[in-house]
């Protein structure tokens, strides 16, 4: 039996799933960083936080076999969109959920009439960077760069990237 999978808009009783959503979404982020204290003590409390932001343009779900699989939201200021976040659950990744979830969102933003979409994955999440420049975010726009200050986490921090004749660690 195949798959159905639907993209829709958000709904109040999808919250719950939501916020695990997002926890699972801090747990990579801990895990490829190696940090524990990534997103605090409750991550899913984030999601509160982000369901309230003045530039949440919407949120839209991806429903798997009547099942939440994924979600992801669109910030709008003016004609600047950016994608954020965009996660799906791990047991169901690489099935296109995430692709179809761009796509919608990329009609949302088109429809507001955004002209820019962006999208920030953090540095070392390379299956979020593949889905993203497959799914045509090749310009570079802006570059967050971080310097560790004090005692913080000098040895977490991997070489490899270089842009400009920079090396960068990431």
């Not at 820019?116 to 993203?132: G, I, T």
């Amino acid at each position: 039996m195949e798959s159905q999978l639907t993209i829709r808009p958000y709904e109040k009783r999808d919250r719950g799933a939501c916020r695990d959503l997002w926890r699972e979404l801090t747990e990579r982020h801990r895990e490829i960083y190696e940090d524990a204290s990534i997103g605090g003590e409750d991550p899913g409390a984030q999601f509160d936080a982000y369901e309230k932001r003045r530039n949440l343009a919407g949120i839209w779900v991806a429903e798997l076999d009547g099942q939440v699989a994924g979600m992801a939201g669109l910030l709008a200021e003016g004609e600047q969109g950016e994608i954020e976040p965009v996660v799906v659950r791990a047991p169901v990744r690489g099935r296109g959920i995430g692709s179809a979830l761009l796509q919608r969102l990329e009609n949302e933003a088109q429809q507001r009439g955004i002209q820019y979409l962006s999208v920030r994955p953090v540095a070392r999440n390379d299956r979020a960077m593949v889905c993203f420049h497959r799914a045509g975010f090749r310009q570079l726009g802006h570059i967050e760069m971080f310097r560790t200050l004090g005692e913080g986490p000098k040895g977490r921090w991997k070489p490899g990237v270089r842009l400009h004749g920079c090396d960068f660690r990431y």
